[in-house]
């Protein structure tokens, strides 16, 4: 927890991208004082499982953070944000267009309080060009950002994947930009604007499809397993292909449920020696020296057959059977685990990936680790805060507000809601 231990971030991020930034830069070890609105983030009430108590949706993205409730649309609220920016290294938010600037605060005027700050930013297209108005989610950045056309079959509809790449992949981003961003200024004295859209963010995660978008100009995509050609425009969808130089694909295993598959490269360097092994068991003893699958080039040309070959010997195994006669060989392999497995399993355990919390309103509870580890500084996972479970401390430790300013701020609705209108 030393990395960023001198880092004092002002994280108005909600939802899913920004937090998923800001508890990954808390867990290397800075002060991320989220920074709500009185009702607090809408996430802490969606999807609640336990009545009464913040959702997973919400604690499973906020660990390690304090959190301050403060009421921006009173102008006792905008001074303690204004006293909150002079005294942060970076601020962070992922408002829908334009709210901050309602708010008063653009960009010229938060580098103006504070020169030094580093401003991230995470909107759903940018701050320029047609779309910069629009708001977004996870499923409408992987919608255009190019994932969805290129994910699923291509009679079928496209699919969204299950990875968030939308939302915490542009959560990623924004970290790495943050942190170049502080490298400078801590060099220079001047801070700047970090900005990543989702889309953005989507896109550069989909870069192969570009470079296969770039390779139909020139001919077909031989390593595809649907048909491809000179011209075609778009790039296909192509179901579990590998996407890569070497030919791979999921295959099914006993008992042929919905996740007893495993996925396997045949990488050129295993051919003979997976050849070999399942050859006899499939009815070509010598399918090491089959002229069909020779070189890389003719297996390209051939893989459905031989997909259809590594099904049938894998019918006879589960996936763990088939991982253990793969694993000798050398041959790249995963069985398919679900969210089960994997909440289960020794090797994740040991590696500190599923970590189990405890929480005043719920429990016990797990989160997902941090997948960063860092041999000087490892992550030390702290449950969520409660809604303005640290107004109090950050006012009196950071801002040096003394009980009776606070008080009095308190009683100008600084920290809570305006009272409803009478009807
Ligand atoms: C996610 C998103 C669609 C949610 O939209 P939304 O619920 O309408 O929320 P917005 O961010 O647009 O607006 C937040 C409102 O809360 C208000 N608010 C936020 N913090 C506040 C505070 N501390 N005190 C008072 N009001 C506050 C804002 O002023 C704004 O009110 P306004 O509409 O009157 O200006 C939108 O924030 C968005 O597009 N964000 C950028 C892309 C993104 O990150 N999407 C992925 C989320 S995982």
């Not at 999921?250 to 495993?262: F, L, Q, S, V």
């Not at 259809?308 to 060989?329: H, V």
């Not at 041999?375 to 507000?401: F, M, N, Q, W």
């Amino acid at each position: 927890m030393e990395a960023l231990k001198d880092v004092r971030i002002l994280d108005m991020t909600h939802v899913q991208a920004g937090p998923t930034c800001s508890q990954l830069l808390a867990w290397m070890g800075a002060d991320v004082i989220k920074f709500e609105p009185p009702q607090g983030d809408a996430t802490r009430g969606q999807l609640r499982d336990v009545p009464g108590a913040d959702s997973l949706y919400f604690t499973m993205l906020n660990c390690n953070k304090r959190s301050i409730t403060v009421n921006m649309k009173s102008p006792e609220g905008k001074t303690v944000f204004v006293d909150l920016i002079r005294k942060c290294d970076i601020m962070m938010e992922n408002f829908g267009p334009g709210v901050l600037d309602r708010l008063g605060f653009t960009w010229e005027k938060i580098r103006e309080i504070n020169p030094k700050i580093v401003m991230g930013s995470i909107k759903g297209f940018g701050s320029t060009g047609p779309y910069a108005e629009f708001k977004a989610y996870e499923n409408v950045a992987q919608a255009m950002g190019g994932a969805m056309s290129t994910t699923g079959v291509p009679d079928g509809p496209p699919f969204v994947t299950g990875a968030q790449i939308g939302d915490s992949g542009t959560g990623l981003h924004l970290a790495i930009g943050l942190l170049a961003a502080l490298h400078q200024a801590r060099r220079t004295g001047k801070g700047q604007y970090v900005e990543v859209a989702m889309m953005d963010g989507v896109m550069n995660l989909c870069r192969v499809k570009f470079r296969d978008h770039q390779r139909l100009q020139r001919g077909s995509l031989s390593e595809y397993s649907v048909p491809t050609y000179q011209g075609m425009g778009e790039t296909p969808r192509a179901g579990n292909d590998s996407g890569g130089g070497q030919l791979g694909n999921a295959i099914h295993c006993k008992p042929h449920g919905a996740n007893d598959w495993i996925y396997v490269v045949v990488q050129e360097a295993v051919w003979g020696a997976l050849a070999k092994r399942i050859g006899p068991d499939v009815g070509i003893p010598n399918l090491d020296t089959d002229e069909r699958f020779a070189t890389i080039g003719e297996r390209r040309k051939n893989q459905q057959l031989m997909w259809t070959l590594l099904n049938k010997f894998a019918s006879g195994y589960t996936k763990r059977e088939f991982m253990a006669i793969l694993n000798p060989l050398d041959v790249p392999c995963g069985p398919i685990m679900s969210t089960e497995d994997l909440a289960t399993d020794e090797h994740i355990r040991g590696r500190d990936m599923y970590v189990e919390l405890d929480h005043p309103q719920r429990g016990k509870w797990f989160n997902v680790g941090m997948p960063i580890k860092l041999s000087e500084s490892p992550a030390k996972i702290e449950r969520s805060p409660l809604l303005g479970e640290h107004t109090d401390e950050v006012l009196a430790s950071v801002l040096g507000y003394d009980s009776t300013k606070i008080a009095g701020l308190k009683t100008a609705g600084a920290f809570s809601a305006p009272p409803k209108k009478a009807a």
